[in-house]
């Protein structure tokens, strides 16, 4: 039995969709990621629920039909079996001006929360409900917030408003706040851990998953970052557009004749690789096609890219000293195609990709893909889990 230390109490980490519930124990800061208790609550409230996962390495999956969060929560619980938690950590997406770090959750920071649901109505409200749920089913548990937008706290205003009149800002909160902080905040440490040196680093970090940002970050502070208001613009995404001109809401308005919701429904669900290929929002499934011939899958690759690298440069302007770029998230970390073709449009950063290390890094792995004659290029697998129970510790006395 290991000695119990601040840094081998268990930390349950929650994160909450408004129909799936991602959890993680994490037990201690040194336990392999294959060796912790982990798994996805998903198609909550309808009848195809069901919970699955791994405890340690035993698969499992168990059909839940119609269970509501409190439900899964309990049977997550049940998962946990003698590894009761000493803490619950929560992702929570939208901390607006409010916070600039992890928050110990008491009703006044909930009430804040529920405030926010104004600036991110698409999550916030599934983070509250995930929070109150938790708190039925672990009444005595400590539970602390941390939010994917306090990473972005330390952006100046030149980074951060928008060319609009000032009330908007200062009476509605219309600014850029970011997203994806936990796993910006995460790779860059990690890609300056890996340098041992004291060289205050600039680094651009790419994540590029489902949801995709890119993040400029000086000396372990982020200058600057692709999403904004919401996690909607910047870069193309799984089904999301990313930037797109202003004028189109007016454009479509009159003359399709949509309303918001429509539009909303058509930015955030329709498009990005989904809307550009016609086939998929699935990177794999857009890269076999490509390999078939399919044209749509190799005009949403070329438009990904590209603008991917648009962004990398636009945030470069952030940065007194640029060291390196990482690529993190499921396409970041798996994508050898994906990273290829980004780092070919910007030879102007003098980035020397080493093509058989990139093809050949191993899926999971961390490592240095350049050749070490310019920028540093790096994969480094994000671990907002593991992020998110580092910033929880602390705020428990762990
Ligand atoms: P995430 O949201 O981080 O889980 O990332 C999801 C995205 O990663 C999807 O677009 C997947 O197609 C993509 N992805 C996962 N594995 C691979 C792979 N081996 N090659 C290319 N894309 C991948």
Redesign the pocket.
């Given at each position: 039995m290991p000695e119990m230390t601040p840094e081998n109490q268990p930390v349950l980490i929650i994160n909450c969709g408004s129909s799936s519930i991602k959890y993680a124990l994490i037990e201690n800061t040194e336990q392999p990621r294959n060796e912790r208790i982990e798994g996805l609550a998903e198609n909550l409230g309808t009848p195809e629920a069901k919970l699955s996962g791994h405890d340690k390495a035993q698969k499992f999956s168990i059909d839940m039909p119609n269970a509501q969060h409190t439900h899964a929560l309990q049977a997550i619980l049940a998962r946990l079996g003698q590894q009761m938690p000493m803490a619950i950590g929560h992702r929570v997406v939208h901390g607006g001006e409010f916070f600039n770090s992890a928050q110990r959750i008491d009703a006044d920071i909930l009430q804040k929360i529920r405030e926010l649901i104004a600036l991110a109505p698409l999550h916030n409200p599934a983070n509250v409900m995930g929070i109150e749920a938790t708190l039925a089913v672990f009444p005595h548990l400590p539970q602390v917030a941390v939010f994917d937008t306090a990473f972005h706290h330390s952006m100046p205003p030149k980074a951060y408003r928008y060319a609009l009149p000032e009330l908007l800002y200062t009476e509605q909160k219309i600014r850029r706040y970011g997203f994806h902080g936990t796993s910006h905040a995460y790779v860059t440490e990690r890609a300056s851990t890996l340098n041992q040196h004291q060289t205050p680093y600039g680094w651009l970090s790419a994540h590029?998953?489902?949801?995709c940002s890119t993040c400029a970050v000086w000396n372990g502070q982020s200058v600057d970052t692709s999403m904004g208001l919401t996690p909607l613009e910047g870069l193309v995404m799984?089904t999301r557009s990313g930037d797109v001109d202003p004028g189109l809401h007016g454009h479509l308005q009159r003359v399709l004749g949509w309303d918001l919701p429509r539009i909303d429904k058509l930015l955030n669900k329709e498009s990005g690789?989904l809307g550009l290929s016609g086939l998929s929002?699935?990177?794999?499934?857009l890269?076999q096609a490509v390999a078939d011939g399919h044209a749509g899958a190799q005009l949403a690759i070329a438009v990904f890219c590209y603008r991917l690298a648009k962004s990398l440069a636009a945030l470069s302007c952030g940065l007194p000293v640029l060291h390196g770029i990482i690529f993190t998230?499921?396409?970041g970390e798996?994508?050898a195609g994906?990273r290829a073709q980004t780092i070919a449009l910007l030879p102007h950063f003098q980035a020397h990709l080493d093509t058989d290390k990139n093809d050949q890094l191993p899926?999971g792995q961390e490592g240095r893909i350049d050749t070490g004659a310019g920028l540093q290029l790096w994969v480094i697998p994000t671990d907002e889990e593991g992020r998110i129970a580092a910033e929880t510790r602390p705020l428990i006395g762990l």
């Open positions: 590029l998953g489902n949801g799984g690789l929002n699935d990177m794999r499934t890269e998230g499921g396409i798996n994508s994906i899926r």
